[in-house]
């Protein structure tokens, strides 16, 4: 999100502002230092000059008054020529002369408006204190009518080796004109640093833009990259650091860029992975909340992701009284639960995997979901199977051998029942032979290696040898105490598949032998045949005690029957049709019963069948 910078926060004006306020104390600095050397140079040069005109002055004045202390008659008065001395000489900036003799009386002046004074005791304290130190006094005097003066107060003393104190020259000149004259160049210097000032202002305004300039333009690529948009190339305006950093931003836009494509193209691949697995897939947390669900997760649990998601993996699964989440952490071992597909029951197996980190800190749980359920189903059939067999084998082998033990005790003399007993026997041998050949068959079937013979039959032809086969049987003297009806409703026009002969003949004959075996006495079994355009469908009905719904799913099943007791009493082994379905398979055909209790079942038999024309032949 793009946030708002005020003003005086904008780098923009940082900038502008520490330049300024550089740029304002070297002024600053410069201007104290200037100022106070003009001044102190000015002044110098004032004192300078006064002094040299001090000087002029003393030597001027120095013989009128010898002249005066001298007291002698002369034509020229030294008074008067003090005075006028001091006449001339003021002006130049020199405000006011005055010359004072050792009785502090003032002997002259420069002033026209104060000649009063010519004759008066002087009052002026600097003139007393040179007249009692003989020393010079220079000081600055400050009157708010005239301003500043400068102020010089001078001993005058004769050339005699023993130097005579004569009096003092007063000498007062206006130092103001040198203050307004600094004054001035300090106006001056504050006029020209203000105008530096702000063109400094205008030209550190130029300078930031073209700083921040760039800096704005990578501040709009780093957010459009952060946003996702690595389209963007930043200008580099030159091989400085500015420069470098823009070069080094495009850099880093395309290796973010390559980076985010690699992730969405493994981020989409896991998706793909995830969602077309076979098995279901649950990620959680650190404490074992679900984060991701793959849809075959939400099929097999019967959730959605929506109602998965933030949910506790233990509650889901539903295992939540049998184990907790700390027994998944220390022993990840798989467990079974039950899972729904559509509506369906299932047994999942679910395993349990740690995500941690490279310190070992655990961060998730990933589990995976398979469904075993064909897998349990054809283990327990397995073990029903061994079961079925060990049942099926047991009877026979019980029973001939507590017939054999009978011929061993002696029944063997017996001539009425020596013969009976070894036909059991015999009947026995030859039940346990068919059975372990029907197994043997089943296991090549299972294990690929048994391979069909096919040839183009008239699949319509077959099925009549076959009932008439079955019709000689019923009117054979083993069948003499039943009366059976073969009826047929077949295709008036040959239908050509391609089958093995054989095999398919046995199919028809175990199909054909159970509705003998349980059609009532003068029940009909009718044969009948239907073509569509892609199959040929046989249908064998009898009129028998027909099959519970509830079994006609599992009458395929091997050593599987509805009536056991009267199943084994027919001589069945229970594994005739579950040959019929593995060879019809084979064929890339279909068999399926129907029956309603009491009234008979209908056997049906669905084989490929693809039509050809007469001069296809040729």
Known sequence: MKKKIRFYQSIN?????????????????????????????????????????????????????????????????????????????????????????????????????????????????????????????????????????WKVVEPIFSNAEDPEFLGVVLMESNIEDVYN???????????????????????????SRALTKPIKEMQTQTRAIAEGDYSGTLKVYGEDELGQLAFLINELSDEVAEAQ???????????????????????????????IVNSMAETMLDVTGKEANGKSLLKVLDVEEELTLRQILEEQEDILISGSTMGVPTVLRASFSL?????????????????????????????????????????????MRSYIEALADGAWEDPELAPRFLEVTQNETDRMIRMIQDLLHLSRIDA????????????????????????????STEYEDKKYNIERHLLDRPAFVEIDTDRMIQVLDNIMNNALKYSPDGGTITGRMRQTERAVIISIKDEGMGIPKKDL?????????????????????GLGLAISKEVVEQHGGRIWAESVEGKGTTFNLSLPYVPFEEDEWS
């Open 261 to 291: 494509e690699s992730i969405d193209s493994e981020r989409r691949r896991l998706d793909s992975v995830l969602t077309h697995m076979t098995d279901g897939v649950i990620a959680t947390d650190r404490r074992g909340k679900i984060v």
């Open 448 to 475: 690929g290696k048994s391979e069909l013979d096919v040839e183009l039959v008239d699949i319509t032809e077959l099925l009549d040898h076959v009932l008439n086969r079955f019709d000689m049987l019923i009117h």
């Open 13 to 149: 004006t940082k900038i502008v502002f520490i330049i300024v306020m550089l740029l304002v104390f070297a002024l600053q600095i410069i201007g104290a230092n200037f100022i106070t050397q003009i001044e102190r140079q000015l002044v110098t040069n004032f004192e300078e000059d006064r002094q040299t005109q001090m000087t002029f002055l003393e030597s001027a004045i120095l013989p009128l008054l010898e002249a005066y202390e001298s007291d002698e008659d002369s034509e020229i008065d030294p008074k008067e020529q003090i005075n006028d001395l001091l006449m001339e000489f003021s002006g130049s900036g020199i405000t006011e002369l005055q010359v004072i003799d050792t009785n502090m009386v003032v002997l002259g002046i420069s002033d026209s408006t104060q000649q009063g004074m010519l004759g008066q005791i002087s009052t002026d304290a600097d003139v007393r204190s040179a007249h009692l130190n003989g020393d010079t006094v220079t000081r600055q005097v400050e009157d708010a009518a005239s301003g500043r003066r």
């Open 181 to 207: 004259q600094i004054s001035q160049i300090t106006r001056i210097f504050l006029q020209s640093s203000a105008v530096a000032i702000v063109l400094s202002l205008i030209l550190a305004n130029m300078v």
């Open 355 to 399: 995500i941690q980190r490279e310190t070992g800190f655990i961060s998730g749980i990933v589990c995976v979901l398979h469904d075993v359920t064909e897998q349990e189903k054809i283990e327990e059939e397995r073990k029903q199977f061994v079961s079925n067999v060990s049942h099926e084998l047991r009877t026979p082998l019980t029973s």
């Open 553 to 573: 799913v599992k009458i395929f099943s091997r050593f599987y029957r509805v009536d056991r007791a009267r199943s084994r009493a027919m001589g069945g082994s």
